[in-house]
């Protein structure tokens, strides 16, 4: 990967648990975004938390964030099977346009 | 609403062929984003585009080129395709420069014989 490792490579977990799923960055950011991706198809976004902020929030979702490890955390908690997915961390810098993608954590939820 | 169309969906070519890989962006965004993705792997940006001109540039190949066109449709050309060619590739649009919220489209999925 261009930017960090996500981890764990691959999560399977019941439907009703909770699945965390971690990102590590090499590079200063200025936000950082989780994006999930059935196969095959288009990257989807989910939620974006910039770096002067610790923890974000959106439905069932929670991202942290520890810009001092580089790090960030996205849990999804109450899974649901249509959850089954890949999701990626990707970091955005200052002055560039692009956004670096991490390696990514397929999940499978079980009904 | 309307999403980010990609063109064409499937395409299969035979090694030192060419392709062009069409992307209309979701109306108003001035930010135009290429993407490739091999099998298992993470998307590994390639080249963007702010209102027509080239803005970044990552791990694009001296034989891939690209253009954002006066109607802010891109096109995505690919030369002397090799093997390792056969991927993903995705386009994405942005309201706003700087890294704010991606959209992509469903992806062009490449395959080189």
């Known amino acids: 990967s261009q930017q960090g490792e996500e981890d764990p490579q691959a999560l399977s977990i019941q439907e009703g648990e909770n699945a965390t799923m971690n990102c590590s960055y090499k590079?200063?950011?200025?936000?950082l975004q989780w994006y999930r991706q059935n196969s095959g198809r288009g990257l989807v976004h989910l939620i974006l938390?910039?770096?002067?902020?610790r923890e974000k929030h959106s439905g069932r979702l929670r991202v942290t964030l520890d810009t001092s490890k580089k790090s960030s955390s996205l849990l999804i908690t109450a899974s649901r099977a249509a959850d089954t997915a890949s999701y990626f961390c990707a970091t955005g810098s200052h002055n560039t346009d692009k956004l670096i993608f991490g390696t990514g954590t397929r999940l499978q939820v079980f009904p | 609403a309307a999403g980010v169309i990609q063109s064409p969906r499937h395409l299969i070519k035979e090694k030192r062929e060419t392709a062009t890989l069409k992307c209309y962006p979701i109306?108003?965004?001035?930010?135009v984003y290429w993407y490739q993705q091999g099998p298992g792997q993470d998307p590994q940006f390639l080249i963007s585009?702010?209102?027509?001109?080239?803005?970044d540039k990552g791990s694009i190949p001296d034989r891939f080129s690209a253009q954002q066109f006066s109607d802010y449709h891109s096109e995505l050309n690919m030369s002397s395709l090799e093997l390792g060619d056969s991927a993903l590739y995705f386009c994405?649009?942005?309201?706003?420069?700087?890294?704010?919220?991606?959209?992509f489209g469903e992806g062009s999925r490449l395959t080189v014989l």
């Open positions: 994405a649009s942005s309201l706003t420069r700087g890294t704010g919220e991606l959209f």
């Open positions: 109306p108003r965004h001035d930010t």
């Open positions: 585009f702010y209102e027509k001109m080239q803005s």
């Open positions: 590079t200063s950011i200025n936000n």
């Open positions: 938390i910039r770096s002067n902020e």
